[in-house]
């Protein structure tokens, strides 16, 4: 996939992600694991995983000056999610894991499989690797939503120590009230009775078990 991507740096090109999800712009650089593409305004940082399809268009036909910077996540060596995130680390950014939902902040510890995220709306976020769309660093350095740096901690406070990984991770959340991928949907929010074999039984606001597969949880975070 990397060769096959790689020898059309510099193309204008519009992808397809999951999620129905369309990106514009100039194919910057390939890796292993991400790619970079310049939409005329930012550099995006998309997972390999999550495209669905590529197509090389006409520069003309795409209406993207072409850029006059660098990305400014640079790598000296070949690019992977895992390089990306840990440069990334305490830089103001917009995720995305799910629609058109983005989520600003910035990330506060990468362990295995997914990563710390501190959110000035949804404070401290556990978010799977594997759901990581894409990520845009901000392009100036204003912080999200204008906030002081007094309600940006560096190390945001949590009793919660994080584990090596994300499954881990939740049943240490057990007893806890969580809210999963965002709220979304009603049932996604409710405490944790236990995770067994990759399944997490959610006690629902009327006191009903539900019974999810993890590996459709995408962010954790407590209300």
Not at 74 to 93: N, P
Not at 154 to 181: D, H, M, W
Not at 184 to 192: D, P
Request: aromatic share 10%; proline share 4%; hydrophobic share 40%.
């Amino acid at each position: 996939m990397k060769n096959v991507y790689s020898i059309f740096t510099g193309e204008a090109v519009i992808i397809e992600l999951t999620g129905k999800k369309i990106i514009n712009g100039y194919l910057i650089e390939v890796g292993s694991e991400v790619v970079i593409v310049y939409n005329g305004d930012d550099y995006i940082y998309i997972s390999s995983s999550h495209i669905k399809n590529m197509s090389i268009v006409s520069k003309e036909s795409i209406g993207i000056n072409e850029p006059s910077t660098s990305p400014q996540l640079e790598q000296e060596d070949q690019l992977s999610l895992r390089k990306i995130l840990t440069t990334a680390k305490g830089v103001f950014l917009e995720i995305y894991t799910m629609g058109n939902q983005p989520i600003h902040g910035y990330i506060t510890g990468i362990m295995n499989n997914y990563f710390a995220f501190y959110s000035p709306v949804y404070k401290t976020m556990y978010i799977s690797l594997q759901h990581l769309k894409w990520l845009v660093p901000y392009s100036t350095n204003l912080s999200p939503y204008r906030l002081a740096k007094e309600n940006l901690p560096v190390n945001p406070s949590s009793s919660i120590t994080l584990a090596r990984s994300f499954e881990v991770q939740l049943e240490k959340l057990c007893g806890y009230l969580v809210v999963l991928n965002l709220g979304v949907n009603e049932e996604l929010i409710g405490k944790i009775e236990r995770v067994e074999d990759n399944i997490i039984e959610m006690i629902t606001a009327k006191g009903e078990s539900l019974y999810l597969n993890m590996q459709h949880v995408q962010t954790v975070h407590l209300p």
